[in-house]
């Protein structure tokens, strides 16, 4: 095993340019960034999860969703509903009032609650396979060490979740106010939204 740096900046900017879009999942650390809630672990959870799937797709594991008939479809209906639902919780936030930033830091959802929402967005979302298990693993196949680029990708992952989880923080003056706090509940449910008609559509 050698590591090829040329190969792991390509795994890192391939790695850094699917994930960097606004989705569910980003969306969804934003927002613990923003609330400073469990941001260490939610920041994890969801780089961990793109290591063990970018990990997958490199090592062909990516076959199975092939294998399987039926897979897809299956993961792009439950998929669609979690984050249909999500998504009208936000709208209902959002309609509700709002609500003002916790500068204590406490916080208010339990570690067991955020961890299992964040581990529905990841693993229930068929883009994230799409990205990181068939895209990833089929470019990968083109390079001669596969261990460079799988770590180049992963730390493309890990770099971007702790700079939006911990990096949204510095939004904490605008959502000190209510009134900001329903823009971004508004946002969350219509990306949420966006993503489950598109799962849907296609």
Not at 111 to 116: D, F, Y
Not at 127 to 133: E, I
Not at 150 to 167: D, I, Q, T, V
Not at 182 to 195: E, K, Q, T
Request: charged share 10%; with cysteine.
């Amino acid at each position: 095993m050698y590591l090829d740096f040329t190969t792991l900046l390509a795994g890192f900017s391939l790695g850094l340019g699917l994930i960097v879009a606004i989705g569910a999942q980003n969306a969804f650390v934003l927002r613990q960034g923003v609330r400073r809630e469990h941001v260490l672990e939610t920041v994890l959870i969801c780089a961990v999860s793109d290591a063990v799937l970018i990990a997958a797709g490199v090592t062909g594991f990516g076959a199975l969703a092939k294998a399987v008939p039926g897979l897809e479809g299956a993961m792009r209906i439950f998929g669609a509903a979690f984050l249909a639902w999500y998504g009208a919780k936000s709208f209902y936030a959002a309609w509700n009032g709002g609500q003002a930033m916790d500068v204590t830091g406490e916080a208010r959802h339990s570690l067991r609650g955020v961890a299992m929402t964040v581990l529905a967005l990841t693993w229930l979302n068929p883009h994230v396979y799409l990205d990181t298990v068939v895209l990833l693993g089929s470019v990968s196949a083109q390079y001669a060490s596969k261990v460079s680029f799988a770590l180049g990708a992963m730390s493309a992952s890990f770099s971007f979740f702790f700079a939006l989880g911990y990096g949204a923080r510095l939004l904490t003056p605008l959502f000190a106010r209510p009134g900001a706090w329903r823009i971004l509940d508004v946002l969350v449910g219509g990306v949420m939204w966006a993503i489950a008609i598109k799962l849907i559509w296609e």
